[in-house]
């Protein structure tokens, strides 16, 4: 069965890293997109960015822009989330999607992805 875990999560102040990590199992990594998507307390759920693992093509949501940075590893059928300059804002739980179309739009960020793992809570204090 499809298992997307994520892990990375954790307490931070306000400008420093972290990075996410979701390993995929349970279907064929090569053949899907991959998404984080976030939500914090009494907020809708947001999308932060995809990447398509046939051409590595990504995009990302305003708010991350330029701070944020996806990339997979296709061999440990992982997929990161590379977060720098963190903001009190960015806490939330983020948990990793994967999309059986093998192609990333807008559309994915805000619909979600067919596929969706349990997240792992990231803190940004001030």
């Known amino acids: 069965d499809v298992q997307l875990q994520a892990s990375g999560g954790g307490l931070v102040q306000a400008g420093e890293s972290l990075r996410l990590s979701c390993v995929a199992s349970?279907?064929?990594?090569?053949?899907?997109?991959f998404g984080w998507f976030r939500q914090a307390p009494g907020k809708e759920r947001e999308g932060v960015s995809c990447?398509?693992?046939?051409?590595?093509?990504?995009i990302y949501a305003d708010s991350v822009k330029g701070r944020f940075t996806i990339s997979t590893d296709n061999a440990k059928n992982t997929v990161y989330l590379q977060m720098d300059s963190l903001k009190p804002e960015d806490t939330a739980v983020y948990f990793c999607?994967?999309?059986?179309?093998?192609?990333?739009?807008?559309?994915?960020?805000?619909?979600?992805?067919?596929?969706r793992g349990k997240g792992t809570l990231v803190t940004v204090s001030s």
């Open positions: 349970g279907f064929t990594f090569g053949t899907h997109a």
């Open positions: 990447i398509a693992s046939s051409d590595s093509s990504t």
């Open positions: 999607a994967a999309d059986r179309v093998n192609y990333c739009s807008d559309f994915d960020l805000q619909y979600g992805m067919d596929y």
